[in-house]
T-cell receptor
Framework: GAGVSQSPRYKVAKRGQDVALRCDPISGHVSLFWYQQALGQGPEFLTYFQNEAQLDKSGLPSDRFFAERPEGSVSTLKIQRTQQEDSAVYLCASSLLGQGNSYEQYFGPGTRLTVT | DAKTTQPPSMDCAEGRAANLPCNHSTISGNEYVYWYRQIHSQGPQYIIH???NNETNEMASLIITEDRKSSTLILPHATLRDTAVYYCIVRRAPGGSNYKLTFGKGTLLTVNP
């Protein structure tokens, strides 16, 4: 079956613009995660959904970042008024079970956001 | 979750075994050792995990020392496609709020022809 997909793969935004990044998790997966990966660093946790409920948003860097998963499948990460420090790869991951009960997380290819 | 220490880079000849070390001296009894890798321009990929026994799957073997303070990921016959950043992660047993993966900088393994 298909893995986690993300779109767009690349996004260039001018400073101050709003962007929306999409994640299609593996069908049936309960948990969905967003991570941010700066150049040369490992991914850092942003937020976690169990079905449609956002259970943890402790990693979101500011109130300009907003994530949703309204029907418990596709998720969108929105960044308002983008800043240069938002430039990074945004990774989405899903896992089969809720509450972190899965051993594996399956990652998408990421969206590379460049803010100019 | 316990902190891990990995060398920033390693080289390996194609066809030879790649042995990637990881130190996790503050690991506690209910924490697992996970390995993920990230090939250039791709998302991380799960490789293997273990608690205290050695583990093997189709991708790799994981050797955990008896005191659990360090581990080694072994790719038995490295290929060029194994060139990637390898992350060693310590994580409590799945369940409850133990859903986050905390990545360090990992080890860049370069497999040379």
């Amino acid at each position: 079956g298909a893995g986690v997909s993300q779109s767009p793969r690349y996004k260039v935004a001018k400073r101050g613009q709003d962007v929306a990044l999409r994640c299609d998790p593996i069908s049936g997966h309960v948990s969905l995660f967003w991570y941010q990966q700066a150049l040369g660093q490992g991914p850092e946790f942003l937020t976690y959904f169990q079905n449609e409920a956002q259970l943890d948003k402790s990693g979101l860097p500011s109130d300009r970042f907003f994530a949703e998963r309204p029907e418990g499948s596709v998720s969108t990460l929105k960044i308002q008024r983008t800043q240069q420090e938002d430039s990074a790869v945004y990774l989405c991951a899903s896992s089969l079970l809720g509450q972190g009960n899965s051993y594996e997380q399956y990652f998408g290819p990421g969206t590379r956001l460049t803010v100019t | 979750d316990a902190k891990t220490t990995q060398p920033p880079s390693m080289d390996c000849a194609e066809g030879r075994a790649a042995n990637l070390p990881c130190n996790h001296s503050t690991i506690s009894g209910n924490e697992y050792v996970y390995w993920y890798r990230q090939i250039h321009s791709q998302g991380p990929q799960y490789i293997i995990h273990g608690l205290k026994n050695n583990e093997t799957n189709e991708m790799a073997s994981l050797i955990i020392t008896e005191d659990r303070k360090s581990s080694t990921l072994i790719l038995p016959h490295a290929t060029l496609r194994d060139t990637a950043v390898y992350y060693c992660i310590v994580r409590r047993a799945p369940g409850g709020s133990n859903y986050k993966l905390t990545f360090g900088k990992g080890t860049l393994l370069t497999v040379n022809p």
